[in-house]
């Protein structure tokens, strides 16, 4: 499946800037195997593939902060993101150049048994995520005027005088991710009229990673006591990154014993197939998104997002009188003495974040009521 929808700029009326253009490419792939081993032996495989593709851009034709005169690193010559509250915008956050690909790969096989009064269920699920972004987003910088220095915001751009200023590398990232699950279910006919139906499935939190080991993990008792990196010169204390000893690659630890039970009854409380109670409990795991550590791209030394207010130099310098200048581009990947600015942004989850997940309980109770009805009662926790 393919959708098109180019971006829009006559090459005079920057009003016209201000929605993206989009290209999305969706595709699937399956091929399935049933195969008979035996009359009470089934084997069913899959082998799956998915990708989504997004992929946005600004007008080529479209111009930028530096060709308006201002002294600023431009990452893309055709892109600006600028508003003025209350009268126009130039371009848009989400109309910067950027493109979101994501891929799952997964295989999966599992065998159904009948032997005597048990149906067995064996199976293991194994899907490989990848999530690869590239984004432009405040890369050029994004310039905002509120009218905090005249009261009235257009008065304040034809001045030059912005409120703010925040830019930053550009975003990127390359998240793989492991996701396993191993099960095993009998649904077990007691007697006649008692099905019982137990399992267990094992599903271990294996964290999203990051191909190129953007992120870090901040301690407050390091900080404290002044430790720092090895990884990074420039590094605040308390601030540690892979590569030091007990920092995992994708900064949360991997949790192995995660095993989530099933239990249900069916039971027919006369045999006359006019009623029905049933039970169950179960515990559910989940995953964050694989876009779930995203802001970690914005960190420093890789994004080093800076936010200015009321920049010295106003519209046509906005660095002036910052420290150390313009502290754009910078090496990527970044360098072992790479800069960390003032007020750069950090993103911090605990090492031992567990993995969300569900309990989930109830019983219900149906009965026929003459030919045409049936009454049911359900509780759910």
Aim: net charge neutral; proline share 7%; charged share 10%.
């Amino acid at each position: 499946m393919n959708f098109n929808n180019p971006p829009i700029f006559d090459g005079t009326n920057g009003l016209t800037t201000s929605l993206a253009g989009q290209g999305l490419r969706s595709q699937s792939a399956v091929i399935g195997d049933n195969f008979s081993i035996s009359p009470n032996v089934i084997n069913t495989a899959r082998l799956t593939f998915t990708r989504l593709r997004d992929n946005r851009n600004a007008a080529p034709n479209l111009f930028s902060l530096a060709s308006a005169g201002v002294n600023i690193f431009q990452y893309d010559p055709h892109f600006i993101n600028l508003s003025v509250s209350g009268s126009f915008s130039f371009g848009c956050g989400n109309c910067a150049t950027s493109h979101f690909n994501r891929n799952t790969y997964q295989v999966s096989d599992s065998i159904d048994i009948v032997h005597g009064k048990h149906q067995i269920q064996l199976g293991v699920d194994y899907a490989r995520l990848q999530m690869n972004e590239f984004n432009l987003l405040n890369a050029n910088g994004t310039i905002s005027f509120n009218g905090q220095f005249t009261t009235n915001p257009m008065l304040d751009f034809l001045l030059g005088v912005p409120s703010s200023l925040s830019q930053n590398q550009p975003d990127g990232m390359a998240f793989r991710q492991n996701s396993i699950g191993v099960y095993a279910q009998d649904n077990f006919q007691l007697t006649r009229t008692l099905n019982i139906h137990y399992g267990v499935r094992w599903e271990p939190f294996l964290p999203e990673v990051d191909a190129f080991g953007r992120g870090s993990y901040f301690s407050q008792s390091a900080f404290l006591a002044g430790g720092k990196t090895s990884v990074y010169t420039n590094a605040p204390p308390g601030l540690f990154f892979q590569g030091d000893s007990g920092i995992p690659a994708g900064y949360i630890n991997k949790k192995y014993a995660e095993f989530a039970p099933r239990f249900g009854v069916a039971w027919d409380p006369h045999g006359d197939g006019k009623q029905s109670v049933r039970a169950s409990y179960g515990i559910f795991f989940d995953r964050p998104n694989t876009f779930f550590n995203a802001k970690f791209a914005d960190e420093a030394p890789w994004g080093n997002s800076v936010t200015l207010a009321s920049p010295a130099g106003g519209l046509a310098n906005p660095y002036a009188g910052f420290p150390g200048g313009n502290p754009f581009p910078t090496p990527l990947p970044p360098a072992q003495n790479s800069t960390f600015p003032a007020g750069a942004a950090y993103v911090n989850f605990p090492l031992d974040t567990r993995p969300t997940y569900v309990q989930q309980w109830g019983i219900s109770y149906e009965r026929q009521v003459g030919k045409d009805w049936l009454l049911s009662a359900n509780y759910i926790g």
